[in-house]
């Protein structure tokens, strides 16, 4: 099974601050990757697919890089509604595998 | 515009049953390959199962392989889950999640996604 790890687990930042979320594969996934945004009690929403793809209807501070084993999610200027935890999927091979998630607050 | 509804949570008590429902509406079920995936409490996220979109493939995580079975129904625009020989580990909200054509063709992950259903397994 491919393993995927996010760093970091939380982070603190304020509002406007650009914010980067990374995940590392365990092996190549090439650019199976995608990023998501949960909010509590909700279900995550897709961000980012193909490591660099925009989701539809996603703002563009949002972007994503990498290929292979290392990723990144960025924020440019964190707006309020941007505080939630953040998911790294890869859908290279199953079974299909999460890292653990990010939790961004509120400094 | 784009619905996925879950239905069949609830409280089982160990070893029990359950078959979780997802119906769609909104979008071509059919050209969708579709997922369950479940969230523990304060946990993270877990695939559980994947089916292609004429049911010929289907796949499923260690933690729940002779036990669950998925499958769909392209005439009700529906997927399923059925639950078998239930453990306390279980415990989580199931999300169905579905894939679009053109996010597949990417290689991506899922882009609709239901609001879940809670399934509890306790005595």
């Known amino acids: 099974d491919i393993q995927m790890t996010q760093s970091p687990s939380s982070l603190s930042a304020s509002v406007g601050d650009r914010v980067t979320i990374t995940c590392r594969a365990s092996q190549s996934i090439n650019s199976y990757l995608n990023w998501y945004q949960q909010k509590p009690g909700k279900a995550p929403k897709l961000l980012i697919y193909?490591?660099?793809s925009l989701q539809s209807g996603v703002p563009s501070r949002f972007s994503g890089s990498g290929s292979g084993t290392d990723f990144t999610l960025t924020i440019s200027s964190l707006q309020p509604e941007d505080f939630a935890t953040y998911y790294c999927?890869?859908?290279?091979?199953?079974?299909?595998?999460f890292g653990q998630g990010t939790r961004l607050e509120i400094k | 515009q784009v619905q996925l509804v879950e239905s069949g949570g609830g409280l089982v008590k160990p070893g029990g049953s359950l078959r979780l429902s997802c119906a769609a509406s909104?979008?071509?079920?059919?050209?969708?390959?579709m997922s369950w995936i479940r969230q523990a409490p304060g946990k993270g996220l877990e695939w559980v199962s994947y089916?292609?979109?004429?049911?010929?493939?289907?796949n499923y995580a260690d933690s729940v392989k002779g036990r669950f079975t998925i499958s769909r129904d392209n005439a009700k625009n529906s997927l399923y889950l059925q639950m078998n020989s239930l453990r306390a580990e279980d415990t989580a909200v199931y999300y169905c999640?579905?894939?679009?054509?053109?996010?597949?063709?990417?290689?991506?992950?899922?882009?609709?996604w239901g609001q879940g259903t809670l399934v509890t397994v306790s005595s």
């Open positions: 193909a490591a660099s």
């Open positions: 909104g979008f071509t079920f059919r050209d969708y390959h």
């Open positions: 999927l890869q859908s290279y091979s199953t079974p299909l595998t």
């Open positions: 089916i292609s979109t004429s049911s010929s493939y289907t």
């Open positions: 999640a579905g894939r679009s054509p053109s996010i597949a063709a990417a290689g991506g992950g899922f882009d609709y």
